[in-house]
C-alpha cells in the first residue's frame, strides 16, 4: 500500500473567552488536520495542535515530495526519512542523495509539527488497514481510560471564587481529577485561587497545578512548600523554559510535591533526559506538538522502563490509544473541562473518543476511530 497524497486543512476559530496560561495570551485556537491518502483508497487522518501553520504545512509539502511512494504501513521508515531533513547527512552537501537540503535550525518546531502530523495519520492508516483500533494494535484491550478535566484559565475578572465554580463544574460531571492553570500571581493571591478550587472540589478529588513555565528555579520550591497543604497531586511544567534537567532534579529533591513535564519536547531524545535525572514522576509528552506517535510510544516504553508514569498531553482520541496499550504504567489522558476551551477538537470529528463519568471511552472502530465532520471543517479552515 502506498502513499499517493499528503494534504493539510489548517484550521483556526476565534475563543468565545480570551484567556492567559502563565504567560500566553489567547484569542484564537487551532488545529491543522493532516489527510494522508493511499493507492488502496485507504485514508488516514492526523493532527496538529498550535504552532505556526504556514510554516508547518510548508514542511508537511516537503516531506510529502520524500515520502510519496512508500510503504503507508512502514512508519518507522519513513519517520526517519523525514527527521533525517533536519540534520546534515555525510557524504555530501545539500541535497546530494535526493533528499531536501537539511532544513534550517530556525525550522526544528514546525518539522517535527509537520512530522507528528504525517505520522499519526500512518498510524491511522496502519489501524485501518488491519482492521483494529490502534489501541488494540499496541496489545491493550482497555476501552475505557482514566482521565482528567483541565481548565482554570485566566481572564479578566475572574475571582478566586469564580475559578472554583468553573473547576468546580468538572466535578459534578464526573471528572474524579481537575487540572488548573496557576503561577503568575503573587503567593498570597496564588493560595487563595488553590484554596478556593480545593473547597470547591472537596478532598477526594485529584487536583493538579500546570504552572506553564511560571517561576525561576529560587522561587519554585518555596511555592511548592506552600502549596502542598492543599493535597496537591502533580506541579507541571513549573520552571521556566530555559531550565534543564538538573534543575528539575535539584527542584524536585525540595518539593514535597511530585513533578510533571514534557509536552514542549521535541524529540525521545531530550525527554530522556528528564526521565533518567529522576526528577519527574509524570512524562507528558505530546505527538500532536512534536514528532508524532511514533515518537510517543518510544517514549512511553522508555518512561514504563524506569518507573515514570505515561501522562500524555491533550489529544485524548489520539493519546488515550496509548494510555490503554501502556495499562498500569500510564496515569491516564487529559480532557479539555469544557468544549470552549478548545472548539476545533470539540467539534471536528462527527466520531470519535467520547468522555463519560471521569472516562475516556475510545470506540472499536479501526485506526483512531475518527471520523471527519467535513461540514466544520470547511466553516473554520484558516
Same mark, same amino acid.
Given at each position: ?16 473567552? &480570551? ?18 491518502? %493511499? ?35 512502514? %512508519?518507522?521508515?519513513? #519517520?526517519?526519512? !523525514? ?20 532544513? +534550517? ?11 507528528? $502530523?504525517?505520522?499519526? *495519520? ?17 496489545? $491493550? ?18 475571582? &478566586? ?18 487540572? /488548573? ?5 503573587? !503567593?498570597?493571591?496564588?493560595? *487563595? ?14 487536583? !493538579? ?18 502549596? *502542598? ?11 521556566? #523554559? ?9 527542584? +524536585?529533591?525540595?518539593? &514535597? ?12 531524545? %531530550? ?24 515518537? +510517543? ?5 522508555? *518512561? ?7 501522562? &500524555? ?23 479539555? $473541562? ?9 467539534? /471536528? ?8 463519568? $471521569? /472516562? ?21 479552515? +484558516?
Amino acid at each position: 500500500m502506498k502513499i499517493t497524497e499528503v494534504i493539510t486543512h489548517p484550521l483556526q476559530t476565534n475563543l468565545e473567552q &480570551p484567556a492567559w496560561n502563565s504567560h500566553e495570551h489567547r484569542k484564537v485556537t487551532t488545529v491543522t488536520l493532516f489527510e494522508v491518502r %493511499t493507492d488502496e483508497g485507504i485514508t488516514g487522518f492526523g493532527e496538529v495542535q498550535g504552532g505556526s501553520q504556514k510554516a508547518t504545512c510548508e514542511i508537511a509539502a516537503l516531506f510529502a515530495e520524500c515520502i510519496v511512494g512508500m510503504d503507508a504501513l512502514a %512508519t518507522t521508515t519513513i #519517520w526517519k526519512r !523525514m527527521f533525517s531533513c533536519l540534520n546534515p547527512r555525510p557524504g555530501g552537501l545539500g541535497d546530494w542523495d535526493g533528499l531536501p537540503k537539511p532544513l +534550517a535550525r530556525s525550522q526544528r518546531a514546525d518539522a517535527t509539527a509537520a512530522i507528528a $502530523g504525517i505520522d499519526i *495519520a500512518l498510524w491511522d492508516i496502519k489501524g485501518k488497514a488491519a482492521n483494529m483500533p490502534v489501541y488494540k494494535l499496541l496489545g $491493550g484491550s482497555e476501552k475505557s481510560i482514566f482521565t482528567y478535566g483541565t481548565g482554570g484559565h485566566f481572564y479578566e475578572g475572574q475571582t &478566586p471564587e469564580v475559578l472554583a465554580e468553573d473547576i468546580g463544574s468538572y466535578v459534578e460531571k464526573g471528572y474524579k481529577a481537575v487540572k /488548573m492553570k496557576a503561577g503568575p500571581f503573587a !503567593m498570597k493571591d496564588e493560595l *487563595a485561587r488553590i484554596e478556593a478550587v480545593r473547597k470547591a472540589i472537596g478532598p477526594d478529588v485529584l487536583l !493538579m497545578l500546570d504552572l506553564s513555565g511560571a517561576l525561576p528555579h529560587e522561587y519554585a520550591a518555596e511555592y511548592a512548600r506552600a502549596i *502542598a497543604e492543599y493535597d496537591i497531586f502533580w506541579l507541571e511544567e513549573p520552571l521556566h #523554559w530555559h531550565y534543564q534537567p538538573a534543575d528539575y532534579a535539584r527542584l +524536585a529533591s525540595e518539593s &514535597p510535591v511530585a513533578l510533571a513535564h514534557g509536552e514542549r519536547e521535541w524529540t525521545r531524545y %531530550t525527554t530522556r533526559d528528564f526521565i533518567d535525572s529522576g526528577a519527574i514522576k509524570f512524562i507528558q509528552f505530546d505527538g500532536t506538538r512534536h514528532s508524532g506517535f511514533t515518537e +510517543a510510544l518510544r517514549i512511553a516504553h522508555y *518512561a514504563e522502563q524506569n518507573g515514570v508514569l505515561i501522562a &500524555p498531553h491533550t489529544a485524548k482520541h489520539i493519546h488515550g490509544h496509548l494510555v490503554s496499550a501502556f495499562g498500569d504504567a500510564a496515569f491516564g489522558a487529559e480532557s479539555h $473541562g469544557v468544549d470552549l476551551r478548545h472548539p476545533i477538537q470539540a467539534n /471536528m470529528y462527527s466520531k470519535s473518543a467520547t468522555y463519560k463519568d $471521569g /472516562m475516556v471511552h475510545l470506540n472499536d472502530d479501526p485506526g483512531f476511530g475518527i471520523e471527519v465532520n467535513w461540514d466544520y471543517v470547511e466553516k473554520v479552515r +484558516a
